[in-house]
């Protein structure tokens, strides 16, 4: 799917897991900004508008000067960007704490075998999605920059522990995975014939809360154990319980992502910040369709019914309810 010299393959952790965050990180914003000199050298050229989608949106001729950027953002489009930017980094948190342990060279393989129960193709699919939100934070910040705005900076805030599990690295973080509630109602919302505009108060199929989504530790969570389907013994079902928990989570992080760009993207008035904004929620958009079709898999059969030893949790099956509302292969 990538293309070889694409921005997610510049910010590929998978491709180069001994590269640094912060070699990688300036690589990135050396990438970036490279990018956005060269969009306004190809603008300057009056050739961009032909090649761009964002005129179409706008329904305008799709000539440069109608796609042009002013020199400098307002202050309202310079906050959108800046307030995306800070998602997209706290995006990037989460989706890396994902990808050490379960990416496609990631560093637990009972973590990883649990995750590929729900879908063969869940390590290569992480990993990607890691790479997207890295390379959202970075061309933000660079485009903030080359714009002589202030980029986010969310590295003071990086205080919270790390997994302690084979396959994790011992660094500060900016979001927990140990132990979290996951907000459900997507699940319910995109099918459901009521309207949340209207009041309605959608819950989601079961609840999961004060659960973790990665593994603890190496004595609640052998790296090594086999992850057969259904699980055969209480460290096995702990572990599938955590990957069924990641499944789901998964899909909040993008339906956040996906719901977060359309309402900001009303409010752009410089065009290019505009083509910014569809452009990147576009991707969330998408990541939140294959993600919610993924977590299906874990509540139903052969997989469904896992109850986590340590929290009680079980991971029902949801088409025994016999209802659109529930059913696994909806989207
Ligand atoms: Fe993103
Ligand atoms: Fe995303």
């Given at each position: 799917m990538k293309e070889k010299n694409s921005p997610s393959a510049v910010v590929s952790e998978t491709n180069s897991p001994e590269t640094s965050h912060s070699s990688m990180q300036e690589a990135v914003q050396r990438h970036w900004q490279g990018v956005v000199k060269r969009r306004s050298f190809l603008k300057g050229l009056g050739i961009a508008g032909a090649t761009l989608s964002a005129s179409a949106l706008l329904g305008t001729e799709g000539n440069a000067q109608t796609t042009r950027s002013t020199a400098n953002l307002s202050k309202g489009d310079a906050a959108l960007l800046r307030f995306a930017a800070a998602a997209e980094l706290i995006e990037a948190d989460l989706w890396q704490q994902y990808n050490e342990l379960g990416?496609?060279?990631?560093?637990?393989p009972a973590y990883m075998g649990a995750l590929s129960n729900l879908d063969g193709d869940m390590p290569q699919y992480i990993s990607d999605n890691t790479d997207d939100e890295l390379s959202h934070a970075a061309f933000l910040n660079a485009y903030l920059i080359s714009k002589g705005e202030e980029p986010v900076d969310l590295d003071p805030f990086r205080n919270l522990p790390s997994s302690q599990?084979?396959?994790?690295?011992n660094k500060g973080r900016?979001?927990?995975?140990l132990k979290l509630n996951v907000d459900l109602s997507w699940y319910t919302r995109y099918r459901s014939a009521r309207n949340p505009d209207f009041g309605a108060k959608l819950k989601g199929p079961f609840t999961i809360e004060n659960?973790?989504?990665?593994?603890?530790n190496d004595t609640d969570t052998p790296p090594n154990q086999p992850q057969p389907v259904p699980p055969a013994n209480a460290q096995e079902s702990r572990m599938q319980a955590i990957a069924n928990t990641a499944g789901f989570h998964f899909a909040f992080i993008e339906q956040g992502g996906a719901s977060l760009y359309p309402t900001l993207l009303f409010k752009a008035t410089d065009p290019e910040v505009l083509r910014i904004l569809v452009s990147i929620g576009g991707v969330e958009i998408d990541h939140f369709g294959l993600w919610h079709d993924k977590a299906g898999n874990a509540v139903?059969?052969?997989?469904?019914?896992?109850?986590?030893?340590?929290?009680?949790?079980t991971f029902p099956d949801?088409?025994?309810?016999?209802s659109e509302l529930d059913q696994t292969n909806a989207p």
């Open positions: 990416g496609v060279q990631g560093g637990n599990a084979t396959g994790a690295k900016l979001t927990n995975l659960q973790p989504a990665i593994p603890l139903n059969q052969p997989l469904a019914g896992v109850t986590d030893p340590v929290t009680g949790l949801l088409n025994a309810r016999n």
